[in-house]
């Protein structure tokens, strides 16, 4: 658990991280549905940071969050709280797929409270544990080594081959 939260009482600490949990997921809703849908109609950039940063709107992460709303529904709200990454894409997702903001906030409020429990319980405590573990064995930083190895090299492998169909549909 961080520091500053140690001496708090349980309670304060579970609504402070349902706090967080809550405005985090709807900040991310609310960029999804306001900024990401405005700046695509609106915005057409021909260079520099506002080309990568509309790319990065229009990108992969967002296109499966909303693949994943409307395979699973709004049950996957709930379920992205318990991953990492995953989370923020459905969020995006269910922002940019309009849905209304009482439909959204019932749904996502089962996985925040979810997330506050684990995290306000053995969630610190379970990740610290497992960075130490790692971190002071030989077997521990190899394993982190090789682990960024292969997503550094899956994240070539997938951009190349991106690259080269591109390439391959352009006459």
């Known amino acids: 658990m961080p520091e500053f939260l140690t001496g708090w009482p349980f309670w304060l600490v579970f609504a402070f991280l349902l706090f967080g949990a809550m405005v985090r997921g709807q900040g991310i809703y609310w960029l999804g549905r306001i900024a990401t849908v405005q700046t695509l109609r609106r ?4 260079g520099g940071w506002r080309l990568r940063a509309h790319r990065a709107l229009n990108g992969d992460g967002a296109q499966r969050g909303v693949d994943a709303i409307r395979r699973w529904g709004l049950v996957i709200v ?3 709280y318990l991953t990492v990454g995953f989370q ?4 995006a997702g269910a922002g940019i797929l309009q849905i209304g903001w009482v439909r959204f906030t019932l749904a996502q409020v089962p996985g925040a409270v979810a997330w506050a429990a684990i995290y306000s319980t053995v969630g610190f405590a379970v990740w610290n544990a497992a960075l130490a573990a790692a971190a002071g064995s030989p077997w521990g930083i190899a394993t982190l080594v090789a682990l960024t190895a292969g997503i550094v090299a899956a994240v070539v492998l997938r951009r190349r081959r991106a690259q080269q169909a591109d390439e391959d549909v352009l006459p």
Do not use: F, G, K
């Open 43 to 46: 915005t057409h950039p021909t």
């Open 88 to 91: 923020s894409m459905v969020m």
């Open 78 to 80: 709930p379920l992205a």
